[in-house]
């Protein structure tokens, strides 16, 4: 990643989700990691705040090395709570 910029390459995101850069071009191909390609040419990019959705979605833990995107996932909604009929 860039310094100051807030997006990775195929290759930073394979580091970072421990997996070949093949997988993550794969799971861009099949619109599972949004992005975009640099015009003129295939190679993609990845904002970080879109692979910590991704990543939080699919349970993928994040690396304490990249503080970054623990800042970038939402916080997890809390379930409804039901209340119980009383017994009258």
Known sequence: MAKGTNILT???VANICNVAPRTVSKWFDKGLLNGYRIP???DRRIPIDEL???MAAHRIPIPESWPVLKKAVPAPERPKRRRRPSKR
Do not use: P, Q, V, Y
């Open 40 to 42: 003129g040419s295939k």
């Open 10 to 12: 195929t290759g930073d």
């Open 52 to 54: 910590a959705r991704f």
